[in-house]
């Protein structure tokens, strides 16, 4: 089993739900998140008070999926989360041990 | 129409009526005690709304305005700092502010003939404004008393014990507000312009009073009491400029209230008031905005907010005194120069009024002062009249140069007392409080925990 964590711009998470969606993808994990990679922050002036914002909003979003489907996923996320311009985000992938569903203490592929 | 009609034919009753009783007695006095209480009730009117209008300008207007400009950590403890002179001032006032701040007296302060409101009643005290309640006019006046206290906060945000502001506020309504007031509107007050002042300053509705007294004094609270923990260099950004674009707004429409409700009837010169208050906030946001957008890049809405309560602050000694396009140009110069002193000088210096209570109401209310000394026409208000009643000129562009000197007297004065008084009061109340900042703990957890045990947004609940 893989982890896909995929961090990218706010308004891309629709179109990345729904590309999930299409290929069948049914679970996930969103959070708002601030960071920044090289993409820096803005300007902001507040009555001649200036202040650099680094950390912009984001959002993560989680999923855990068979190994075997791992590259298509990440592909799949990628092509829906893109505009091309710097501060699209970034995706990450780790091995994940072992699952279990809470419900009826299914463990592994089975449990996603 | 039907409605029209017979509310058209109720009215001519009423009048028939009228005239019917009006002839039983003598015609002539009973129309003249009919005329006045018409007069009566229509100025009271007026005047009643003037009163609830000002009181909105502290609450919800100054407290959304403040309150959006801190962190949101601090948003209860900010509004309170308003709220709660709401409930301070109005107590402070009935018992003793009143009869000090407009009883005869000295030229310096009134006596205690008011206390506890004795004698004041339904009746007018006809030397302030013979056509409305003596109450009325206690009421008006004691807006002003609420609100001024409350303009300092800005300069103590984020920072203060409640303790200490609680008793700062009470001392400082007793030894600057209610002097300064005595000695601009109370009779035989030393600046009064109208009513026997050895110095006559002119001051319509309290751009000495109110605005030079609470910014200097927001001045020496943000010298004495230091910087917030972490200024300039941790990001303190405004945690919703939603609410202070709200409280701004609603600071502009209550200010009609205290400008024109200053003129104390529902005459012309409350309309002359009017506009000068509305144009003057309006110039002064295309003031600041223009030099904001001049010097960097982008025009913002705490720009054009800060610019319009920058105008109403500079317009309000001299609405009832000036004409609509001298109204236009003291909003203009007071948005350039608040942009000024708020952006530039305030860094230059390096002292933290966190809302620029003094950069504002300091600086727009001495410009507005002297300004009312250059444009104030003796076609819209006269206090000065020659033997035979006439009208001298007032200001300098009218001829009398000297008024100039008077406003800058005055200015003067309002400055000295407010900022030694100040100084005093905070290591007075300091040493009764232990400190007047929060610790370095409480000041990280914020006002609303630390000084209140509850939050603003509980988004989660």
């Known amino acids: 089993m ?8 706010p308004f891309k998470l629709e179109e990345v739900k729904e590309a999930l969606k299409a290929i069948g993808v049914d679970g996930m994990t969103v959070s708002e998140v601030r960071g920044h990679g090289r993409q820096k922050g803005h300007k902001e002036v507040y009555r001649g008070q ?11 979003v989680e999923m855990v999926v068979a190994s075997a489907r791992a590259d298509e996923v990440v592909r799949a996320v990628a092509a829906a989360a893109k505009t091309g311009k710097i501060g699209d985000g970034k995706i990450f992938v780790y091995d994940v041990a072992d699952a279990i569903r809470i419900r009826n203490d299914e463990r592994g592929e089975a449990a996603l | 129409m039907k409605r029209l009609f017979s509310m058209l034919s109720l009215s001519l ?19 003249e005690a009919g005329i006045k209480s018409a007069q009566m009730n229509a100025d009271n009117a007026w005047m009643l709304v003037s009163c609830a209008l000002v009181l909105m300008m502290t609450g919800p207007g100054l ?32 018992l003793i502010g009143y009869s000090l701040s407009f009883a005869d007296g000295s030229s310096f302060l009134g006596d205690f003939r008011y206390a506890f409101l004795e004698g004041v009643g339904a009746d007018p005290n006809t030397t302030y404004a013979a056509t409305i309640p003596h109450q009325t006019f206690m009421t008006f006046q004691m807006m002003f008393a609420i609100i001024t206290p409350a303009l300092i906060t800005g300069a103590f945000a984020e920072r203060m014990k409640f303790s200490a502001m609680v008793l700062f506020t009470i001392l400082w309504s007793i030894v600057v507000y209610f002097p300064l007031a005595h000695m601009v509107w109370g009779n035989g007050g030393l600046l ?7 110095i006559p300053c002119l001051d319509f509705a309290g751009g000495t009073v109110v605005h030079i007294s609470s910014g200097v004094s927001a001045l020496v609270c943000a010298l004495v009491m230091g910087k917030r923990k972490g200024y300039p260099n941790e990001p303190m950004k405004p945690h919703s400029l939603v609410l202070s674009f709200i409280g701004a707004c609603l600071l502009w429409v209550g200010w009609f209230g205290f400008n024109a409700g200053s003129a104390l009837g529902s005459g012309s010169l409350a309309t002359s008031a009017f506009v000068a208050t509305h144009f003057g906030a309006a110039a002064a946001a295309l003031g600041w905005l223009a030099a904001e957008w001049m010097m960097h890049g982008k025009p913002s809405v705490l720009g054009g907010i800060s610019g319009a309560v920058a105008g109403l602050v500079a317009i309000t000694p001299g609405a009832g005194f000036v004409k609509p396009m001298p ?5 203009f110069l007071a948005g350039i120069f608040c942009f000024y002193m708020v952006v530039k000088v305030k860094h230059m210096l390096g002292y933290d009024d966190s809302l620029d209570a003094f950069g504002v109401h300091g600086a ?4 507005g002062a002297i300004l009312t000394g250059v444009f104030a026409t003796k076609d819209i208000n006269a206090p000065f009249k020659d033997a035979a009643g006439n009208a001298l000129p007032v200001g300098l562009l009218e001829g009398n140069g000297g008024q100039v000197v008077n406003q800058l007297i005055g200015v003067g004065i309002a400055w000295v007392i407010a900022g030694v008084a100040t100084f005093l009061l905070l290591k007075a109340v300091s040493a009764v409080t232990g ?9 990280t957890e914020g006002l609303d925990l630390s000084q209140h045990g509850e939050e603003g947004y509980n988004l989660e609940a």
């Not at chain 2, 400009?69 to 006032?93: D, E």
């Not at chain 2, 109204?327 to 909003?331: D, R, V």
């Not at chain 2, 400190?435 to 000041?443: A, I, M, V």
């Open chain 1, 50 to 60: 200036e202040y650099q914002v680094d950390l912009l909003p984001k959002v993560k």
């Open chain 2, 364 to 367: 727009g209310g001495t410009l």
């Open chain 2, 192 to 198: 009064n312009a109208f009513l026997g002042g050895k």
């Open chain 2, 435 to 443: 400190g007047l900042n929060l610790s370095p703990e409480e000041e």
């Open chain 2, 327 to 331: 109204a236009l140009m003291i909003g």
């Open chain 2, 63 to 94: 407290a959304l305005f403040y309150g959006g400009l801190v962190r949101k950590k601090n948003v209860l403890g900010t509004m309170m700092q308003s709220f709660i002179l709401m409930a301070i001032a109005t107590v402070l006032w009935a």
């Open chain 2, 13 to 31: 009753a009423g009048a028939v009526q009228v005239f019917s009783q009006a002839a039983t007695p003598s015609p002539s006095a009973a129309l």
């Open chain 1, 2 to 9: 893989k982890k896909i964590e995929a961090v990218i711009q």
